[in-house]
T-cell receptor
Framework: KQEVTQIPAALSVPEGENLVLNCSFTDSAIYNLQWFRQDPGKGLTSLLLIQSSQREQTSGRLNASLDKSSGRSTLYIAASQPGDSATYLCAVEGFTGNQFYFGTGTSLTVIP | SQTIHQWPATLVQPVGSPLSLECTVEGTSNPNLYWYRQAAGRGLQLLFYSVGIGQISSEVPQNLSASRPQDRQFILSSKKLLLSDSGFYLC?????????????FGDGTRLSIL
């Protein structure tokens, strides 16, 4: 069964710092990997989706990479801002269709 | 543009009471619909998904059920709630265009069982 792990569980950085969030998965048979942001008490907001044939995706200050063979993805946030404070989750879509496996997230705090 | 609505936002229910959570999507037709539960300190768990009216697939055996009476309406129900049903319930949709379609989530329902 697919297992998705996110390390660290929590991260605190000063404003302006570049940072990397990590996501690992045990089964490389995936269609894609998606990164989400979740604000406290809210639903998830989709940030980036990387298809299995792609190596990376970029949106603004965010860059996500995917190494399917090693079962890893990173989310790079450049020039972090206090508004980036949230929990970031990754999820993979398995080959069985409509199967999405989520990590437990990394809680990010950007200190002004 | 597409929007997804969930209600209620919060709910407090006694053990053994029934449950009905509703989710609707606007601005699209024939979406794939999903119900997830997020328990404290745990990742999202897919409970049900639906690819069309009346078509429900269950991922986890439990005392919950789901129904899709209309194309853009997805309902999560229970006849008798358990303490373990507490959690944050999220509804999501994606385009019905095969794989590699991002999921879009509602704001969730916080369910507390007393």
């Amino acid at each position: 069964k697919q297992e998705v792990t996110q390390i660290p569980a929590a991260l605190s950085v000063p404003e302006g710092e570049n940072l990397v969030l990590n996501c690992s998965f045990t089964d490389s048979a995936i269609y894609n990997l998606q990164w989400f942001r979740q604000d406290p008490g809210k639903g998830l907001t989709s940030l980036l989706l990387i298809q299995s044939s792609q190596r990376e995706q970029t949106s603004g200050r965010l860059n996500a990479s995917l190494d399917k063979s090693s079962g890893r993805s990173t989310l790079y946030i450049a020039a972090s801002q206090p508004g980036d404070s949230a929990t970031y989750l990754c999820a993979v879509e398995g080959f069985t269709g409509n199967q999405f496996y989520f990590g437990t997230g990394t809680s990010l705090t950007v200190i002004p | 543009s597409q929007t997804i609505h969930q209600w209620p936002a919060t709910l407090v229910q006694p053990v053994g009471s029934p449950l009905s959570l509703e989710c609707t999507v606007e601005g699209t037709s024939n979406p794939n619909l999903y119900w997830y539960r997020q328990a404290a300190g745990r990742g999202l768990q897919l409970l049900f998904y639906s690819v069309g009216i009346g078509q429900i697939s269950s991922e986890v055996p439990q005392n919950l059920s789901a129904s899709r009476p209309q194309d853009r309406q997805f309902i999560l129900s229970s006849k008798k709630l358990l303490l373990s049903d507490s959690g944050f319930y999220l509804c999501a949709w994606s385009w019905d265009r095969g794989v590699n379609q991002p999921q879009h989530f509602g704001d969730g329902t916080r369910l507390s069982i007393l």
